[in-house]
């Protein structure tokens, strides 16, 4: 048996003054766990790890309270609660027995043995708190009886009790002022058993009734709430507590009850109940309310054949929010969020006529969830995902700022999408997820086929996490020319992925979700040391002596030291600056330009120069050229590829270089595949290319022998 004053240096005077409650139970988890609240409330903890440990802590010290767990070896906690009653001082301490949340036997039969209340498991540590509280208060009220009527009138005032007591023979009813007070009829000295039986709410009356007749039938001492009506309809509850007391010959004589205003108690266990099951933030329930909720709307389903529909929300781009205006802009656009996603279910027909039993959930972050019990037609949800889409679309005003943001919808339906709560709900995600990927702000129904690219998603994604520490990866280079001399003038690196189960993956195919899950910024290091190795390697070879440009993420941009881990890994790998060149794409500066600027200039000071990669793809390219601290623009060869067959593409390729050229900036031709494309190129004054024209990306053997081929003419 372990005790919370086993190697304790305080003297036994100094423990005997803080109040000692007694925890039973044979799971050493619970113990320490209710120990642990027990203490948060100042109070002393003996812990027992089964009945006959706590009957014997029980004749160490008496404890002031008592938590019994019900089911345990040996000793049951019915039989325990039992003994301690017959033993000298046992009668009157608090007993609370712990059991689980639907078992009204074992809640029964502990009130029978005489426990003083009980608890459902698992115990929450808040409502454990306050238990404790009000039960040592009424253990203290209690044993304050014995020392006068004016004491015992003070202390059941400050606790909020009373008693009554009934005349079995004579149907003599008398009842304290601190009960009458509690009832709102203080000073009626006439109060009859009549009246008190009809200030109980009607439907608890049939409660009284039973525990009278309970107590009398078995002569034990019951327990048992009822809420009671004040004057001006005021409802309390009350905690009330049923002896028989027996005359000389053993016969029933009177019954005497004891009642306790809990009603505080009460709102305070169902507000730290309704916080469990809801987000403080928007007020909507949480994903464990939405939970059950689909649990018992899943069996109404079967059971009636009706269908019922899911509907997973997410905010585009919502991180933007709180990176560009604060956290507490992003707080007040969810809670907007959540008010127009109410008022869209309450307005779109057919679904308004099914919002009683519907559900709106936050899931975490800027993700929310609906239910819709006997919702199943695909029209209507349409209509729906449109009316939230639309509604979510118009500006919210944050900071002075007027912010409208995109929604992706995933949508799942019983029983076609899912015949349980997990298959319905991992369905709606893979519908969101492909209306992510099929370029956000747009909603998706489930089909089977999703199932298939997720799977493969996550197989990609567990794989990638081992593919450094495997060694998997490797560069391949490929060589940009200029187009004056013909010579090349440097290489690109670009990312190569093998597994031995998936062969050969394309960064296409993994890169965005190494961004999503952020191991790009460890890939990114990796891609950017390797590069810096193999230009050791060559220039300490004799060999090739030109950059490697290698392509760096806008993930790699949110952290403040990119320009302290280029400088440590050139030094590393005994690298110089020069050659070394970063490719960005205007995706850098999206989230936070002022500071992706700042990291710019920061890796130019070292020496690196920077190009501009996918010129002409963005939105705000031709703004951000007048901005960004680029060395070199490179045009995408989606501009290319139409170079000498479009005149629009010609023409607008060529103003490209121009503008370029006129802000001082070398220009480099992506995707070049054919001599036409190159010798337009050329005569626009385009300084360099690279494409398959020359090479695709090659081993890092192979780029040695184009070095040397191309230089030996």
Aim: hydrophobic share 40%; with cysteine; aromatic share 6%.
């Amino acid at each position: 048996m372990a005790t919370a004053y086993d190697n304790d240096p305080r003297t036994a005077v100094e423990r005997l003054k803080q109040p000692l409650v007694l925890v039973i139970d044979d799971d050493p988890g619970a113990r320490r766990a209710i120990g642990r609240a027990v203490e948060r409330e100042g109070l002393e903890v003996c812990s027992a790890e089964d009945g006959e440990a706590g009957l014997s802590a029980f004749n160490v010290r008496i404890p002031q309270a008592i938590l019994l767990d019900v089911q345990m070896p040996g000793l049951s906690g019915f039989q325990v609660c039992e003994e301690i009653r017959s033993r000298p001082g046992g009668a009157e301490v608090p007993i609370v027995m712990m059991t689980g949340h639907d078992d009204e036997a074992s809640i029964r039969r502990a009130y029978d043995v005489g426990a003083t209340d009980f608890l459902t498991k698992p115990i929450q540590p808040l409502i454990l708190q306050h238990r404790l509280r009000y039960l040592l208060r009424a253990s203290a009220t209690m044993t304050a009886l014995a020392r006068g009527e004016r004491q015992l009138g003070n202390a059941l005032e400050l606790a909020r009790m009373g008693s009554w007591q009934l005349d079995i023979a004579t149907g003599a009813f008398s009842i304290s002022q601190q009960l009458l007070a509690l009832l709102g009829h203080e000073g009626n000295n006439n109060f009859t058993v009549e009246q008190f039986g009809q200030l109980i709410v009607e439907e608890d009356r049939s409660i009284l009734h039973e525990g009278v007749r309970d107590c009398i039938t078995h002569r034990r001492t019951v327990g048992f709430d009822h809420r009671i009506l004040r004057p001006g309809g005021i409802e309390r509850v009350m905690q009330c507590q049923i002896r028989l007391t027996l005359d000389e010959d053993g016969e029933p004589e009177a019954l005497e009850g004891i009642a306790q205003d809990v009603t505080e108690r009460r709102r305070t266990e169902e507000q730290v109940q309704y916080l469990a099951l809801h987000d403080e933030l928007t007020g909507l329930g949480n994903r464990k309310l939405f939970e059950q909720r689909l649990f018992l709307a899943v069996h109404d389903a079967r059971r009636g054949g009706t269908p019922l529909s899911v509907l997973v929300v997410d905010l585009d781009h919502f991180k933007r929010i709180n990176d560009n205006l604060g956290h507490s802009a992003g707080d007040r656009l969810l809670r907007g969020a959540a008010s127009r996603l109410t008022d869209c279910l309450r307005e779109t027909p057919t679904v308004g006529d099914s919002l009683e039993h519907a559900t709106t959930a936050r899931l975490g972050g800027d993700a929310f969830i609906i239910l819709l019990p006997e919702v199943g037609d695909p029209g209507a949800l349409d209509s729906l995902a449109r009316r939230i889409s639309e509604s979510l679309a118009s500006p919210f005003h944050l900071n002075d700022h007027e912010v409208s943001v995109g929604t992706s919808i995933g949508i799942a339906v019983f029983p076609g999408d899912g015949s349980d709560v997990e298959t319905l709900l991992r369905n709606a995600d893979a519908a969101l997820s492909h209306a992510k990927a099929e370029g956000r702000s747009n909603h998706q129904f489930y089909n089977e086929t999703m199932n298939s690219v997720g799977l493969a998603r996550l197989i990609i994604e567990s794989k990638l996490r081992r593919a450094l520490t495997n060694d998997e990866f490797e560069l391949y280079y490929q060589p940009k020319l200029s187009l004056e001399t013909g010579r090349i003038v440097g290489f690109e690196g670009l990312l190569r992925w093998f597994d031995s189960d998936l062969g050969m993956v394309m960064p296409a195919d993994f890169i965005s979700i190494a961004e999503e899950t952020g191991l790009i910024v460890p890939i990114g290091e990796w891609v950017m040391r390797e590069a810096c190795r193999q230009s050791t390697c060559w220039r300490r070879a004799g060999s090739v002596d030109v950059p490697i440009a290698v392509n760096f993420s806008p993930e790699q941009f949110r952290h403040d030291d990119i320009a302290a881990t280029v400088r440590r890994v050139l030094a590393e790998e005994g690298a110089s600056a020069s050659s070394l060149g970063v490719e960005i794409t205007e995706g850098v500066v999206l989230h936070d330009a002022e500071r992706a600027i700042r990291q710019l200039e920061e890796l130019r000071a070292l020496g690196i120069e920077i190009a501009l990669d996918d010129f002409g793809t963005g939105y705000s390219s031709l703004s951000y050229l007048r901005t960004l601290p680029v060395d070199i623009v490179k045009i995408d060869q989606s501009f290319v590829r139409e170079v000498g067959s479009r005149d629009h593409s010609s023409a607008l390729t060529a103003s490209i270089i121009q503008m370029a050229k006129a802000l001082g900036l070398r220009v480099i031709a992506e995707g070049v595949e054919d001599t036409a494309q190159r010798d337009l190129l050329a005569s626009w004054g385009c300084d360099q290319m690279q494409g398959y024209l020359f090479s695709p990306p090659v081993s890092a053997e192979a780029a040695e022998q184009l070095w040397q081929e191309n230089t030996s003419d």
